[in-house]
């Protein structure tokens, strides 16, 4: 998996390395064998997934695994229609400077429960300082969910990711909410 990769210097700005995971949506062999492998290191029902490459893979976990409930969308400002009072906006900071995620409440309530709690895993593509991962644990987790008349909190069971960047130790920063599952490390 780590030889289909590809690297651009210096995007999206001078000093950054971008890994290009594309290459892994291009061949079925390899697409397939990170869907098993990501689904053997998932325990929770429900997946966050940051856009846009996040969606990719968690997305075909809603059929290759059957424990996966559900897949809570995360999207860039403007990109997510709400309902009043339902639009979550979490602050990212990533390797190259802050952002904004949002996801809608409603989402995260359409999850499925164990007892009093939601417990999500967080899946994305690349692990770099851990911003944006962190921010999006840190809001879901300060929720309190409302469901048919029933209060749940979220739990994030663990974060996982294609991609881990060793050197900027973006684990270390996560691994005090929850386990740090990577595939690949760079």
Request: net charge negative.
């Amino acid at each position: 998996m780590k030889e289909a990769l590809k690297f651009y210097k210096d995007f999206p700005k001078e000093g950054i390395v971008f890994v290009d995971i594309i290459p892994l949506l291009q061949d079925k062999k390899i697409f397939t064998q990170i869907i098993s492998e990501i689904g053997s290191r998932l325990t929770a029902p429900n997946i966050a997934a940051p856009e846009a490459r996040g969606f990719l893979f968690a997305a075909p976990l809603m059929v290759a695994k059957e424990e996966v409930q559900t897949v809570i969308p995360l999207r860039k400002s403007g990109k997510l229609p709400y309902n009043e009072g339902d639009l979550c906006d979490v602050e990212i900071e990533k390797e190259y400077g802050s952002d904004h995620l949002f996801y809608r409440l409603s989402d995260v309530a359409a999850s499925a429960t164990e007892g009093n709690e939601i417990h999500i895993s967080i899946l994305d593509d690349l692990l770099a300082t851990g911003g944006t991962a962190e921010g999006v644990a840190r809001s879901m987790m300060a929720q309190r969910i409302v469901k048919d008349g029933k209060e749940y909190r979220v739990v994030i069971d663990e974060f996982i990711f294609l991609v881990e960047l060793d050197f900027l130790k973006g684990a270390e920063r996560l691994e005090k909410i929850a386990p740090v599952k990577s595939l690949i490390h760079l």
